[in-house]
């Protein structure tokens, strides 16, 4: 059976619902998995309340949690449960107070019975189209043993789904007390993770339909859980042509034999304070000329500092961001996971019509998000640009080397197979003055100057000279005047 046959209703998560491609199936049964404090109810509230919205009869049937301890929860989190319907099954203050005993009959067999008819009588009374059972597996403890509770489960959700109810409830996982079995008879499960670094959310099962797969970012809010799906650059593209985009540097166009392309990635490579941020900056004041729109991520340096110097070399980015040509976003250390910053870009290039993405820098990209392993940075950070390429983006990524001089390197970064360009810019020490080069190592989609340039950054912007023709040596790290190095040749 394919999606399109298929009824579906939304999880009351948008993120949650693209993962679904749509959201769950109506009249079929879910299964919440998590360890406490992953968000299990509060994703079950949103559930109930996007029925509330829809003019749908919701029902919560908590039986841990007191309504008014949800309520007051869901409060403080901005979510309206006022139109929910609640049947509350939580143990109250009776359970401690009151001596009960049971010598003939077990406390499964006493209090089985009542549960269910409350249970039944609630469904029957209100015919909810969604009902949220947080936890179900507090029922485990009111049947004699696991297959009575296996049977009553399923014969429960036979029922509610009959009544033409979809359920979601959640379950209560531990050594001694397995959920597994639970998975074998809900028609999906959503499990959800907490890690040091980061909140997941991921769907193992889903029958009936299929689903994008992943562990997909999820953070907490204000206004309940956010979920950020894993990016798929096989699942976008636009139409864009394959255009030259000029710096407005005639020395830097004619390196690039016209500038980068439209849709390619460019590596801008060097050591600290040698201009790699403010060669990508001139290429987004270019843009603002065109009329496009760019918006660079900064993991390395304020943005109070980023607008002063840029100001200082004819690059007015303040006016650039006034006129909306410009979005500048630094990026704090440890705010999000690389996932949830992939969904961050992708919503600015989809919502605000984005031609130019610069990420400055790489080494800031991978010690800011958060995630123990840098090869998963690395492969994400892969993700992002291949989608941002497919959508006819120019991306521009900033990647510094720990050398001021010395032996030539184009990447510490390990991502130069990303790069359809790749520009270096050197300090040299010449005769004891400093000095700049810019050079072009890589360029795929066309042919490119192979000699190096001197570089400078003026008050009036940047200047690129001739071709230093009179240097050798210069990517060996000992650069030397020519006409020095014929003398000593010649002795």
């Keep these: 059976m394919s999606d399109s046959n298929l009824t579906k209703i939304s999880t009351g998560t948008p993120g949650l619902d693209e993962i679904l491609r749509g959201g769950f199936i109506a009249e079929r049964s879910y299964l919440l998995r998590g360890d406490p404090g992953t968000g299990k109810t509060i994703l079950g509230m949103k559930y109930l309340t996007a029925g509330v919205e829809s003019d749908e009869t919701v029902l919560f049937v908590n039986l841990e949690e007191s309504e008014d301890d949800i309520r007051d929860n869901a409060s403080t989190l901005d979510i309206d449960l006022s139109d929910v319907h609640f049947l509350d099954l939580s143990p109250d203050s009776d359970v401690f107070v009151d001596e009960q005993s049971y010598d003939i009959f077990t406390p499964s067999e006493v209090e089985q019975e009542p549960l269910t008819q409350a249970i039944t009588e609630r469904v029957e009374s209100i015919d909810p189209d969604r009902v949220f059972i947080d936890p179900l597996t507090r029922l485990r403890h009111l049947t004699s043993d696991e297959y009575q509770f296996r049977k009553q489960v399923i014969a429960f959700m036979h029922y509610l789904k009959e009544q033409g109810a979809t359920v979601l409830f959640t379950s209560q996982h531990s050594d001694e007390s397995s ?192 995630d123990d392993d840098d090869r998963v940075l690395v492969r994400k950070l892969h993700t992002l640009c291949r989608y941002l390429k497919n959508m006819g983006i120019t991306v521009i990524l900033v990647d510094e080397i720990d050398t001021v001089t010395g032996e030539f390197q184009a990447t510490e970064a390990g991502i130069s197979y990303l790069a359809d360009n790749i520009v270096f810019l050197r300090h040299l020490e010449v005769s004891g003055e400093m000095r700049k080069a810019i050079g072009v190592l890589k360029k795929r989609t066309s042919d490119f100057e192979r000699m190096l340039r001197e570089f400078q950054i003026t008050e009036h912007g940047l200047k690129v000279g001739e071709p230093l023709t009179e240097l050798s040596g210069v990517l060996s790290g000992s650069p030397e005047l020519a006409r020095e190095r014929s003398e000593s040749a010649n002795e």
């Design 179 to 370: 959920d597994d079995d639970l998975q074998y008879m809900t028609d999906g499960t959503i499990e959800l993770e907490h890690s040091a670094y980061a909140r997941t959310i991921s769907v193992p099962k889903f029958r009936g339909s299929s689903v994008n797969e992943g562990d997909h970012a999820m953070r907490i809010t204000d206004g309940g859980i956010a979920v950020f799906p894993e990016l798929n650059p096989a699942n976008h593209s636009g139409e864009f042509e394959l255009e030259s985009i000029s710096s407005g540097v005639p020395g830097v166009d004619q390196l690039l034999h016209g500038g980068f392309e439209r849709g390619t990635i460019t590596i801008l490579s060097g050591p600290t304070g040698v201009g790699k941020t403010t060669v990508g900056t001139q290429f987004m004041k270019e843009a603002a000329g065109r009329g496009e729109r760019s918006v660079m991520y900064m993991f390395e340096e304020t943005l109070e500092t980023f607008r002063e110097r840029s100001e200082n070399i004819n690059i007015p980015v303040r006016q650039m961001e006034e006129q909306g040509s410009l979005s500048v976003e630094e990026m704090k250390p440890l705010d999000c996971s690389a996932t949830e910053f992939a969904h961050r870009v992708r919503t600015d290039v989809e919502e605000n019509d984005t031609s130019i993405v610069m990420i400055d820098g790489i080494d800031g990209y991978k010690l800011s998000l958060r």
